[in-house]
């Protein structure tokens, strides 16, 4: 069973060979699920998103929640209990004087948000205090970018970010501040054509915050 993700960027996914997706699919292996086996995927984001809108999804994705792909009432389809949680913060340099929550400075500076991406309360900050979209491929790049000074801003989810500081020893040149907007819960994606898999994947996904191997396993990327 394919495991789409549009995710290329760390923790969620590093040089595609580990990354929490990618042990996350490899602890799911280790549940023998019957005959079910999973493998993730690449998948660009707006053919993610045409395979769902056409009905032709011929496997199940990761990460997703329901309000990015207008499913608030959980109807288009089916979804596994969230197996993280985050949230999104702006990350700027420590002294840049960028406040989430006065006008005066952010109006006009350039934040940088990833090609294609829709962010549920985000966005409309971004335009009722005036700064400037600055899109990129991916969470990663956008940060790179920030570090080398080419935008003033980014919006990324924490986890990322404080990854991302970790392992460039940045984190005290950078300063996160939380963002409007709900809570993050990655979930798994199930089309209704796949309610057979749900069964089976939706108990595990539910449990797995009870369980000691995941959550060592999920631990290395805090």
């Known amino acids: 069973?394919?495991?789409?993700?549009?995710?290329?960027?760390?923790?969620?996914?590093?040089?595609?060979?580990?990354?929490?997706?990618?042990?996350?699919?490899?602890?799911?292996?280790?549940?023998?699920?019957?005959?079910?086996?999973?493998?993730?995927?690449?998948?660009?984001?707006?053919?993610?998103?045409?395979?769902?809108?056409?009905?032709?999804?011929?496997?199940?994705?990761?990460?997703?929640?329901?309000?990015?792909?207008?499913?608030?009432?959980?109807?288009?389809?089916?979804?596994?209990?969230?197996?993280?949680?985050?949230?999104?913060?702006?990350?700027?340099?420590?002294?840049?004087?960028?406040?989430?929550?006065?006008?005066?400075?952010?109006?006009?500076?350039?934040?940088?948000?990833?090609?294609?991406?829709?962010?549920?309360?985000?966005d409309e900050w971004i335009a009722r205090y005036g700064l400037v979209r600055n899109d990129a491929l991916s969470e990663d790049i956008n940060l790179e970018k920030l570090r080398l000074g080419r935008v003033d801003c980014v919006a990324v989810a924490e986890s990322v970010a404080r990854y991302y500081l970790k392992t460039h020893a940045l984190s005290d040149q950078f300063q996160l501040a939380d963002l409007p907007g709900q809570q993050t819960e990655r979930r798994f994606l199930i089309p209704h054509s796949k309610a057979a898999v749900y069964d089976k994947l939706a108990p595990v996904i539910r449990r797995l915050k009870d369980d000691p191997v995941w959550q060592r396993s999920a631990s290395k990327y805090q």
Not at 17 to 23: K, S
Not at 56 to 65: A, K, L, N, Q, R
């Open 1 to 122: 069973m394919n495991v789409y993700t549009s995710a290329n960027f760390a923790p969620l996914v590093i040089n595609h060979a580990r990354g929490i997706y990618v042990d996350l699919v490899e602890h799911l292996n280790q549940q023998r699920l019957g005959d079910l086996t999973f493998k993730l995927t690449y998948l660009p984001r707006k053919r993610l998103q045409m395979k769902l809108e056409q009905g032709s999804m011929d496997g199940i994705v990761i990460g997703m929640m329901p309000q990015w792909l207008d499913d608030v009432g959980q109807k288009k389809y089916l979804w596994t209990a969230p197996f993280a949680v985050d949230r999104f913060v702006l990350v700027s340099r420590t002294g840049s004087g960028i406040d989430p929550n006065a006008a005066v400075s952010v109006s006009g500076r350039s934040i940088g948000l990833v090609l294609g991406y829709v962010y549920p309360g985000i």
